[in-house]
């Protein structure tokens, strides 16, 4: 089992930025690839961002591309997404997600979820 908690969440103007972190416990974190994904009111859970075991790739829809930053640090059990240029449509609930044999960049390839934090972006 793998264990996730994200903080960092919060209320921002649009422009504006925040960094959300999630903290791993459980397993071994090197072993798993990680992503955020994000949910808005009444719309389906989307990938939002991936990065690799050794952070020797990231992923990202065009959408996010330019805007967000995932990172991770193996050392600290501790993923990270830097969210700059914020927009009204960024609001959501953002998740943190595990992957223990691919690169989680659909909902199917995630073995585990974190508990997700608010994200608003107001005019």
């Known amino acids: 089992q793998v264990q996730l908690v994200e903080s960092g969440g919060g209320l921002v103007q649009a422009g504006g930025s925040l960094r959300l972190s999630c903290a791993a416990s459980g397993r071994t974190f090197s072993n798993y690839a990680m992503g955020w994904f994000r949910q808005a009111s009444g719309k389906e859970r989307e990938f939002v961002a991936a990065i690799s075991y050794t952070s020797g790739g990231t992923y990202y829809p065009d959408s996010i591309k330019g805007r967000f930053t995932i990172s991770r640090d193996n050392g600290k059990n501790m993923l990270y997404l830097q969210m700059n240029s914020l927009k009204l449509d960024d609001t959501a609930v953002y998740y943190c997600?595990?992957?223990?044999?691919?690169?989680?960049?659909?909902?199917?390839?995630?073995?585990?979820w974190g508990q997700g934090t608010q994200v608003t972006v107001s005019s």
């Open positions: 997600a595990a992957a223990g044999r691919v690169i989680p960049t659909t909902l199917e390839k995630v073995d585990y």
